[in-house]
């Protein structure tokens, strides 16, 4: 009884995991501004002010959408705009053929969200734009069918455009990545953990069974999959630990360590990163091969004949680099000595770096490279089997 009653307490609980307060100032940051773009834009735009409705309710919703959960296929910039502008259309037509009929307000909900399913553009706050002109019927005598357009299509707009550029500035995807988009290098292969076999409409065919296509695009479930291939393969990978993996005999560099040293490092040893460290092995940083060459560039352009002493210090408002902690990495993710190699496999499966190090405090005790880890995991696949008891 008591299991019962807990476990239906729980359903009535949060379904989302919690959320940092990084991420929730972020997307709350992301609303303020496309909310002010949205108001500033319209009032700019609006030569008869006519119902005097600058900002309508519903921007509020689509701001949750596109700023709090923007992979979502309803936040996406075709079901914003259109599912907005199609509800406008089917509401103020609903209130020109209906004006005083008391089931209103429902039929113009009703109509909006058969008009978004079939434009493909089903939007939640749609419902509420059809909501908000048939409790104002005024708007659809003053205004008419111009409502869609202006506040409602052009204010999503404003919306949108705010939510690709935020997106970008804060490391987020808006709208979200094609199942077929070029992969972090570049190129037409995408990222290894997310070559899966599958094709792009067999993972449609995964969400239509499962009736996740309103929640999920096909590039997301790739990824997820590929996610969780990734965390049951470390499942596989037994009692192994990052310190019978680990590279201990570490060739290191200081802070201060000048870039062409670094290089020459690079090219005795043939690593692909360097860890940097202060006195006492205390770790600060990893330099990968990446950084270095960026920063070799740089170097290169203020040593190049005709640049002036103000450029000679400065490219791009930002000092040219110098030395080995100009080009580190701090914020890299780290393990323990004691830490499971499965723990590591997500991190080095798909990670921004390849080479993990490993701390005891704050001193590095050795790193991981994709190197070692390939080497551990093809080990463990080629040993015999235990006996069967």
Do not use: K
Request: net charge neutral.
């Amino acid at each position: 009884m008591i299991s019962s009653t807990r476990r239906i307490l729980r359903a009535f609980g949060p379904a989302i995991p919690a959320g940092s307060w990084r991420e929730s100032l972020r997307a709350g940051g992301g609303a303020l501004l496309g909310m002010g773009a949205a108001a500033l834009v319209i009032h700019l735009a609006r030569l008869d002010p006519g119902t005097g409705l600058y900002l309508i309710a519903p921007f509020g919703a689509t701001s949750v959408l596109i700023f709090a959960v923007p992979a979502s296929p309803l936040a996406q910039p075709w079901s914003a705009v259109i599912g907005n502008s199609v509800s406008a259309l089917v509401a103020v037509a609903a209130c020109l053929a209906w004006p005083s009929w008391g089931g209103l307000v429902p039929l113009a909900v009703g109509l909006a969200i058969i008009a978004m399913i079939l434009a493909r553009a089903l939007h939640p706050p749609g419902g509420a734009v059809a909501m908000t002109v048939a409790l104002n019927p005024a708007i659809a005598q003053e205004a008419g069918f111009w409502f869609a357009l202006l506040p409602v299509a052009l204010g999503t707009a404003a919306l949108v455009l705010v939510a690709v550029l935020y997106a970008r500035l804060t490391g987020r995807h808006y709208p979200f990545r094609q199942f077929e988009a070029p992969g972090s290098h570049g190129t037409a292969d995408p990222a290894p953990a997310e070559r899966l076999g599958l094709s792009e409409a067999e993972l449609t065919d995964i969400l239509g069974r499962y009736r996740q296509s309103l929640n999920l695009g096909v590039e997301d479930l790739a990824r997820l999959i590929a996610a969780a291939e990734v965390q049951a393969a470390g499942h596989r990978t037994g009692p192994l630990l990052a310190r019978d993996i680990m590279s201990r005999d570490l060739v290191t560099v200081g802070p201060q360590t000048p870039l062409d040293q670094v290089a020459d490092q690079f090219r005795r040893h043939g690593f692909t990163s360097l860890p940097v460290v202060a006195e006492g092995d205390r770790f600060l940083g990893v330099i990968f091969q990446l950084q270095l060459i960026r920063g070799a560039r740089d170097h290169a352009f203020r040593s190049r004949p005709g640049v002036g002493a103000a450029m000679a210090g400065l490219i791009g408002g930002r000092r040219v680099p110098d030395v080995a902690g100009d080009v580190m990495m701090t914020d890299l993710p780290w393990v323990t000595p004691q830490s499971p190699v499965s723990s590591l496999l997500p991190l080095l499966a798909d990670g921004p770096c390849d080479a993990v190090p490993v701390l005891e405090g704050a001193r590095i005790t050795g790193i991981v490279t994709r190197t070692d880890l390939i080497a551990a995991l093809a080990r463990q696949s080629l040993a015999p089997e235990p006996p069967q008891p």
